[in-house]
C-alpha cells in the first residue's frame, strides 16, 4: 500500500523558514517523481514544486522560484522542501503527492497518491 | 483564479446524474487528458479518473469522464450521498510548463 506522511509544518512569522519532509513507502521510491501540491485555508489546490525520481530534474511554481528548494534521499524514500521567506500568502496544508511515473512534465503521469498534509501558517 | 474553470457547486438528488464542467484552452485540455480528484472535508485529494476516462482500482463505474476540444465532464451517475465531496480537474498545461488544476466544484447531495 503506498503511504506518503508529510511533517514539518508550523507556525512561523513572516520572512520565516521551515523544512517539510515527507516520508514514503509501499513503492519503489526511486522510480517515480513526487511533487508538493498545496491548498490554502478554503481554496483549491496549487502545486507548488516537484523533483524526478532520480533527483536530478526539479520544477518550481514561479511563486516558489528562489525561495523553495525540492531534495529527496532515495537511500530512506524520503523527500524534503526546504521554504524561506515565507509569507502570509504561503499559508496552507501541504501535500506530499507521488507521480504515475518518472518525471513531473509527462501529460500522461498525473499525481496518483496524495499524503494527508502537513500545514504552514505563516503569520505575526 | 484557477487556470482551468469549474463551476462552484452544483447538486442533485439521490439516483439522479449530475455532470461537472471543467473548461480550458488549447494548451492544457484541447490537447492533453483529463484527471480528476475527489476531496472529503478535512482529507486529503483522491485519484476519481485519469487519462480522461479510466479508473483506477476500487473507483466504482458511477463515476465517468469524458473531453471534447477544450472543455471536460464528469458524470456522477446514480448519485448517492456518499458522493457529496468537492471534485478538482487537472490537466498538464504546455504553455506553462506545469499541472493545473480547476478551481473546485463542491457536489451536494439534496
Known amino acids: 500500500e503506498v503511504q506518503l506522511f508529510e511533517s514539518g509544518g508550523s507556525l512561523v512569522q513572516p520572512g520565516g523558514s521551515l523544512r517539510l519532509s515527507c516520508a514514503a513507502s509501499?513503492?519503489?521510491?526511486?522510480?517515480?517523481?513526487i511533487s508538493w501540491v498545496r491548498q490554502a485555508p478554503g481554496k483549491g489546490l496549487e502545486w507548488v514544486s516537484a523533483i524526478s525520481g532520480s533527483g536530478s530534474r526539479t520544477y518550481y511554481t514561479d511563486s516558489a522560484m528562489g525561495r523553495f528548494t525540492i531534495s529527496r534521499d532515495n537511500s530512506k524514500n524520503m523527500l524534503f522542501l526546504q521554504v524561506n521567506r515565507l509569507r502570509a500568502e504561503d499559508t496552507a496544508v501541504y501535500y506530499c503527492?507521488?507521480?504515475?511515473?518518472?518525471?513531473?512534465?509527462?501529460?500522461?503521469?498525473?499525481?496518483?497518491?496524495w499524503g494527508q498534509g502537513t500545514l504552514v501558517t505563516v503569520s505575526s | 483564479q484557477s487556470v482551468l474553470a469549474q463551476p462552484p457547486s452544483v447538486s442533485g438528488t439521490p439516483g439522479q446524474r449530475v455532470t461537472i464542467s471543467c473548461s480550458g484552452s488549447?494548451?492544457?485540455?484541447?490537447?492533453?487528458?483529463v484527471n480528476w480528484y475527489q476531496q472529503f472535508p478535512g482529507t486529503a485529494p483522491k485519484l476519481l479518473i485519469y487519462?480522461?476516462?479510466q479508473w483506477p482500482s476500487g473507483v466504482p463505474d458511477r463515476f465517468s469522464g469524458s473531453k471534447s476540444g477544450t472543455s471536460a465532464s464528469l458524470a456522477v451517475s446514480g448519485l448517492q450521498s456518499e458522493d457529496e465531496a468537492h471534485y478538482y480537474c487537472a490537466a498538464w498545461d504546455a504553455s506553462l510548463n506545469a499541472w493545473v488544476f480547476g478551481g473546485g466544484t463542491k457536489l451536494t447531495v439534496l
Open positions: 509501499g513503492f519503489t521510491f526511486s522510480n517515480y517523481a
Open positions: 488549447n494548451s492544457n485540455i484541447g490537447s492533453y487528458t
Open positions: 503527492t507521488k507521480m504515475s511515473g518518472r518525471f513531473y512534465d509527462t501529460s500522461t503521469d498525473p499525481i496518483d497518491y
Open positions: 487519462n480522461t476516462d
